[in-house]
């Protein structure tokens, strides 16, 4: 099954990275008023997995250009679009979903895949904008394994790498989690984890002391627990209904923080990246440049002294020395003393 | 009244072999707090350290129908350590010399106080490869750090009960200013005392022994 994943995770990574406006200049301008359409296939080798319901929400609009615009409302989770790193569409998606289930946003569009096990968008809507778009999937339950579609990030309309032109029509196969269905047998009880892992280095100072994770099921808030240094920036779950679709989110994020989550195993990983707040509308302060003062002999001030590794050794040198320094202060008084009394 | 020549140097003398006596009092007193200190946490940290991490081998996964438990540090290696607190200390785990007969708490952040106590990490991570360790040259502690011979074992348990298993590569001794070789993060563990002197610091380079 491992196998399957990485072959599956693969072919996303190269859809993904195919699908994103790498080379948007060359393509020319979007067509405003030409529609563009999302076609998912969603089959287990040749078995169609049917009736399963598509959600599209739309994460940023897209100018003709090509450059995407966030929307408001996810504004609110991402301060930036990653660069074309694959591994970050992936996990901005898996992100975006838990906040899209417990905020209960309202999607673009909804579907159900037919008995191929395709789907099409628009779907229920006439249009879709163009634009930035995450595609969810509920579970379904099909010869004894349950499927959790995975969650992805798609550009409509998607760059055409071979013509370099715009694709208006997108097609794609969703990737997705094939695991036994547990639940009717005696282990009916799953563990899930969270891990927080801080990439912040130099600016550690401002990490927060605590922070708070949500633990969602089936979408509605079920636990939250506050990870801090204490507890070692972790916690574990344990006895979850394994029938249930439990996922996570970070309730608030931390100012000068982004965050991304990330699922392996049992373990969910949610990274907190620190991002600089700069005003780019303000001017970068210059410093006047120093005036020489004639005649001024002041010494400059001394340059910052070198870092030095700590000190970390016992002081015994001073025993000998003041052992020796005592020993000859002695003699000399006792000569001198006999000295006083020859004469 | 008249004193007696060669009274003062004599009085002097007395004061500075009294001065000697007490800094040799102190220091061995400090090297057996240490020592004490040490041994407690050991014992203490042995208690609560699992002796075998929980997480399931990956290999398990079929057996677990899909539900397997992949080691944080394996999954995150970036994570930070965890930690088990102590008497207002978090030790990140147990350091093991087998050739000196050493086995040693370690402190999350070193600091003068806590390098009293039990070695500390002073910068990296086991997890990431670039851990350094600094303690002082106390004999229960780093003092006889020079006898360890190359090729020799080191073990690091930390407090998930992962073993991290590494061989002494190399010795040196750096200035007190070479932060920077010192955390350059080319050697998998690194440790580190003041020489008898204290104007240097005696390095012990680790090399990670990996599929074991």
Not at chain 1, 99 to 117: F, I, N
Request: aromatic share 8%; with cysteine; net charge negative.
């Amino acid at each position: 099954m491992r196998k399957y994943q990485k072959y599956a995770a693969a072919l996303l990574s190269l859809l993904l990275i195919l699908l994103m406006p790498v080379q948007v200049f060359a393509a020319g301008p979007i067509e405003a008023e030409k529609e563009a359409e999302l076609t998912l296939v969603y089959c287990d080798d040749d078995i169609p997995l049917t009736n399963v319901d598509f959600n599209i929400y739309q994460i940023a609009a897209a100018a003709s250009s090509g450059e995407l615009i966030l929307n408001e409302t996810c504004s609110d989770y991402i301060s930036e679009l990653p660069t074309h790193d694959a591994e970050q569409w992936k996990a901005l998606a898996f992100t975006l979903e838990g906040y899209v289930l417990r905020d209960k946003l309202k999607p673009a569009d909804s579907g159900s895949t037919d008995r191929e096990g395709v789907l099409t968008f628009p779907a229920e809507k006439e249009s879709l904008e163009h634009g930035l778009y995450l595609v969810t999937g509920s579970r379904c339950w099909r010869n004894g394994c349950y499927y959790d579609a995975q969650p992805f990030l798609i550009m409509l309309p998607a760059i055409d790498t071979e013509k370099n032109v715009w694709d208006y029509a997108v097609e794609c196969r969703v990737k997705f989690d094939k695991l036994p269905d547990v639940s009717g047998d005696e282990v009916n009880h799953i563990t899930r984890k969270v891990l927080k892992v801080w990439q912040d280095e130099g600016h550690e100072d401002l990490r927060p002391a605590s922070i708070e994770v949500q633990l969602l099921c089936d979408g509605e808030v079920y636990d939250t627990v506050a990870l801090s240094a204490g507890n070692s920036w972790r916690h574990t779950w344990r006895g979850l209904e394994a029938d249930h679709v439990w996922k996570i989110v970070e309730k608030s994020i931390p100012g000068n923080y982004d965050v991304s989550a990330s699922k392996e195993g049992i373990t969910f990983v949610l990274t907190n990246y620190f991002t600089e707040d700069i005003d780019e509308d303000e001017p970068p302060l210059e410093q006047p440049p120093e005036e020489e003062i004639p005649g001024d002999d002041t010494p400059a001030a001394p340059p910052p002294s070198e870092p030095q590794l700590p000190q970390t050794g016992q002081l015994w040198w001073p025993v000998p020395a003041l052992l020796a320094a005592g020993l000859l202060l002695i003699v000399f008084g006792l000569i001198r003393r006999r000295g006083e009394h020859e004469s | 009244m008249r004193v007696k020549r060669g009274s003062v140097p004599i009085i002097l003398g007395l004061l500075l072999i009294a001065a000697a006596l007490c800094v040799a009092v102190y220091n061995v007193w400090e090297n057996r707090s240490a020592a004490r200190h040490s041994e407690e946490a050991v014992s203490v940290l042995t208690g609560q350290i699992p002796e075998e991490p929980s997480a399931l081998p990956l290999e398990d996964e079929a057996a677990s129908g899909g539900e397997v438990e992949i080691p944080d540090h394996i999954l995150a290696p970036d994570m930070e350590m965890p930690v088990l607190p102590m008497d207002g200390m978090d030790y990140i785990g147990i350091l093991e010399l087998p050739a000196l007969d050493l086995t040693l708490p370690v402190i999350s952040e070193w600091s003068y106080p806590a390098l009293k106590l039990a070695p500390c990490r002073f910068s990296g991570s086991a997890y990431q490869d670039d851990m350094v360790i600094a303690a002082h040259n106390y004999r229960t502690h780093f003092s006889r750090l020079s006898e360890l011979p190359e090729g020799s074992r080191v073990t690091f348990t930390d407090t998930d009960g992962n073993h991290f298993d590494f061989e002494v590569a190399l010795k040196e001794t750096l200035p007190p200013t070479a932060v920077e070789e010192m955390t350059s993060g080319e050697w998998d563990l690194t440790l580190f005392t003041c020489t008898y002197d204290g104007r240097y610091r005696f390095t012990v380079r680790c090399e990670r022994l990996t599929g074991e």
